[in-house]
Every structure is written in structure tokens, then in C-alpha cells.
């Protein structure tokens, strides 16, 4: 089995991440039972290699990078297992900060599929979905390769998640706002308490600043799993140094010690992320794991995470970042002219449907000057003309059919002084960083692609 192969064989599973959501479904899809199944049968893979388990709505996948990059620079072998890709699966599955080859994935999905194959014959478990079977192939790679720590993104939620079979001595809760209401909860806290269930008796466990709200049932949590928490903002802090267009300098005070540290990404929203890392990083020393200030350093400064308020282009500034609900896109905007320097705000910008599209739409309609909407190959995205209708306050949007085209449009408009975001939607992003960048995405027609999407030539 070759990687396309591999790929045309992972397609045929059900697929949640691109199928619309229209009502509850959470009982019918987050089931521990197949992966457990699965994992049983390959020799419970998940609990050979120490653990950091990381949930939460924002910040996750930024926190899980930085954590990934401070225990490769101590010279740890490292698994990374994050979702979703932007550019091709086998971003999901990292060790030593890169992705697997395409070797490996394709044999990955060749050994685990008569497993597969195993289930689906059983009425009582059935067959698994496509990110339980992701998550049992990062579980193999990081056992089979005799890894020293795995760092595991959740992919959504936290209780009934593929992922929360590990027994994590160290789980991290980042930042909780309102995403996912109709798997999660309505509120702040059902989605606080639901993200809650990766934390497991004993561990320690690092909370990012939270609402009140939020901070009840996590530390709920923590009392009934008598777990030790660590909140970053109390417990350690951190102070803003210098930054640029290239990055920014920051002190993080650990339990541990002081950390002078220097990251390429920006926003002041990273800077709560990197001071969650650092805590995690620290408590992983009651694993034997050891990581010193100088590979935090070292691993902070080499981190890349894209689509996160990524410059592409500086001449005129073009941004793209993922920001897909109120919260951070409140938050981008907050940090734009913090760290840039620009005059107009010429937005690039495109939706999923199972957002609130209304509330980022009203956001983003108020700081910007010129808005072209447009829509990702992603099948839960809107259409251009749909995303344009939500900013009746701000003039008539340009459409433009794909990104490729949006790209274009907005760069032509913008002069040298002006700022080009892409943002709406990480899907956006990434579509808008292939075309600036000239990076061959893979294409799953047959899977990704709605009928009223066309590429631009």
C-alpha cells in the first residue's frame, strides 16, 4: 500500500470533522468503546509512553507545539499528535517536530486496518471513525518507536474524546470559550466540565486562565480525581518583553525557576500559551523527565505553528490565522496593531457553518476597511455569497469564489502600508497560505470538494 493508497483507504471511514453538524450527536460518535477495543488489541500502546494530554477551546494546538518543541530540544525522541492538518494528514502524526513520511503513514494504515476490519464484524462495536483510527495510529507509531514522551492534542471536548484513553501523569486545560455548543454544552461551564474528563486521579494538572465559570467544575475536577492543579496566571506567570513582526521576547516565573524565553509567534494570547507550557513542561520532572531552561529556550525560539496570526508576506503585510469563533477573533484583533504596524484593514475571510458566523461577521465588520468573502474547499464552509451577507453594516463585500481568487483580489487592492488578514477559519487559512506560499495541498476530491466550489486558474 502506497501513501495515496493509504489515503482512498482512510476516506472510506466516516468522517465527523467534515460532516455538517445539525443536531446532538455526541453519544452516537464519542464512544470509548472502539477505541478501547482497538487498542487492547494492539497492547494498549497509549499508556508505553509518558503523556501530556492537552484539551480546551483555544490555544491547544499552540501549547501542544511549544511543549513539543521544549522536550525535542532536550534531546528527547518526541510523538505529536494534533488535528486538524492544513496542508496533509500526515501533519497529524509527528515525531521530532516533523512529520511522519509517507512511508510510514501508508504502513501505519495497512498494519491497523485488518484490525479495523475485526471490529466492524463485531455488532457490539462496529467500525472505527476516522479520527479514532488516526488516534490509534499515533498510539502505535509513538509505541513502536520507543518514544520518550508523546504530546496529544484532544480533538473535541475531552470526556468521551478518542483520545482520552491515556493515562496522562500531566493534562493541560487551556483556554474555554463557547465552541461546539451542540456536541459540548450551551454554557461555559457544561463545556469546561466536558473538557474536564481528561484529567486522571493523581496527574497534575495545568489550567490556563479562566472565567470563573469555566474554573469551577475544572478545579471540581481536580478535587474529585484528587489531581494537583497549577494555575498559570497564580501559580506561574508571566511578563511581556519586546517583540516584532519576527516574534517576542518573555519571562515566564515557573515553581521551578525564571525562564527568559523568545518565541516566533506572535499575540499576547501565545504568551498565556507558552507560560502553560512551561508549567507542563516543569511538572513532567515527576515522570523523569527532565527539560532544562536552556531547551525551553532553544525549542521556544526553533516552535512553528501555522496559520496562527502568520506573516506571509510583508510587503503589503498579509496575515492568515485560524481564529473560528467570537473569542479569538476578538483576541486577534486586540493583538493586530500591538504588534503590526499598518493603515487599512483589508479582510480576507470565510466561514464553516457549525459557528457563530454572526458574531465573528459583527466583530470583524467593525475594524475592517475593505472585506472580500470568499469560501474553503471544506465541505461545512459557506458559500462566498452567504459570508458576504453577513456584513450588510459594511458596505457590499467583494465575493470571490475561492481563496486563490480572494488572495488576489485583496492584494491587489491593498498598497504597501495596508494589512491583507485571512481569517474566519483555519480551513481559510490554510488555503490562503498554500496559494501565498506555493505549497501543494492534497486534494480529496470526491471527499472534500461541494459542487459550487471550483479552483481558480
Given amino acids: 500500500m502506497d501513501y495515496r493508497e493509504s489515503i482512498a483507504q482512510l476516506l472510506t471511514l466516516v468522517d465527523h470533522e467534515r460532516n455538517l453538524v445539525t443536531g446532538p450527536r455526541q453519544k452516537a460518535i464519542y464512544d470509548l468503546t472502539r477505541m ?103 498510539f502505535q507509531c509513538f509505541a513502536e518507536h520507543r518514544t520518550d514522551a508523546q504530546i496529544v492534542e484532544v480533538g473535541l471536548g475531552g470526556k468521551l474524546d478518542a483520545t482520552n484513553v491515556l493515562d496522562a501523569g500531566v493534562c493541560v486545560i487551556t483556554s474555554i470559550s463557547l465552541d461546539h455548543m451542540v456536541i459540548l454544552g450551551d454554557t461555559i461551564g457544561e463545556i469546561a466540565a466536558d473538557k474536564a474528563g481528561i484529567i486522571k486521579p493523581g496527574s497534575t494538572v495545568v489550567i490556563a486562565p479562566q472565567t470563573p465559570e469555566a474554573l469551577s467544575p475544572i478545579l471540581a475536577a481536580c478535587r474529585e480525581k484528587e489531581a494537583a492543579p497549577i494555575l498559570v496566571g497564580r501559580d506561574v506567570t508571566w511578563e511581556e518583553g519586546r517583540s516584532g513582526t519576527d516574534g ?30 512551561v508549567a507542563a513542561l516543569e511538572a513532567l520532572g515527576k515522570q523523569g523527565i527532565d527539560v532544562s531552561a536552556k531547551a525551553m529556550e532553544v525549542g521556544f525560539e526553533k516552535v512553528s505553528w501555522p496559520c496562527r496570526m502568520e506573516i506571509l508576506s510583508r510587503s503589503p503585510l498579509l496575515v492568515a490565522d485560524g481564529a ?63 459570508v458576504a451577507d453577513l456584513f450588510p453594516e459594511s458596505g457590499k463585500p467583494v465575493l470571490a469564489s475561492t481563496p486563490a481568487e480572494a488572495l488576489g483580489i485583496a492584494m491587489e487592492i491593498a498598497e504597501k502600508t495596508d494589512l491583507v488578514l485571512a481569517t474566519g477559519s483555519l480551513f481559510l487559512a490554510a488555503e490562503i497560505r498554500e496559494v501565498a506560499l506555493g505549497i501543494e495541498p492534497e486534494i480529496y476530491p470526491e471527499h472534500t470538494k461541494p459542487s459550487w466550489y471550483r479552483r481558480a486558474k
Avoid at 359 to 384: C, F, N, W, Y
Wanted: aromatic share 8%; with cysteine; hydrophobic share 40%.
Fill in 36 to 138: 478501547e477495543a482497538l487498542l487492547g488489541r494492539l497492547g494498549s500502546p497509549q499508556n508505553q509512553v509518558p503523556a501530556v494530554h492537552i484539551a480546551g477551546t483555544k490555544g491547544k494546538g499552540s501549547t501542544a507545539a511549544l511543549c513539543d518543541a521544549a522536550l525535542h530540544a532536550a534531546g528527547l525522541s518526541t510523538g505529536f499528535y494534533s488535528s486538524p492538518h492544513l496542508h496533509t494528514f500526515r501533519e497529524r502524526i509527528r515525531r521530532n517536530s516533523e512529520p511522519i513520511s509517507q512511508g510510514g503513514f501508508a504502513a501505519l494504515v495497512e498494519g491497523l486496518w485488518p484490525f479495523n476490519e475485526e471490529l466492524k464484524r463485531d455488532p457490539a462495536i462496529g467500525p472505527l471513525t476516522l479520527f479514532e483510527f488516526l488516534t490509534g495510529m499515533a
Fill in 248 to 277: 517576542q521576547r518573555f519571562k515566564v516565573r515557573g515553581r521551578n525557576g525564571e525562564y527568559e524565553l523568545y518565541m516566533p509567534l506572535l499575540g499576547a494570547h501565545q504568551l498565556e500559551n507558552a507560560a502553560s507550557a
Fill in 324 to 386: 473560528h469563533n467570537v473569542y479569538s477573533v476578538e483576541s486577534l484583533l486586540t493583538s493586530l496593531p500591538n504588534y503590526l504596524e499598518y493603515d487599512r484593514l483589508i479582510l480576507v475571510v470565510g466561514f464553516s457553518r457549525d459557528k457563530d458566523v454572526e458574531g465573528m461577521a459583527r466583530a470583524l465588520g467593525e475594524k475592517a476597511d475593505i472585506i472580500v468573502a470568499t469560501a474553503s474547499r471544506h465541505p461545512r464552509s459557506m458559500q462566498a455569497v452567504e
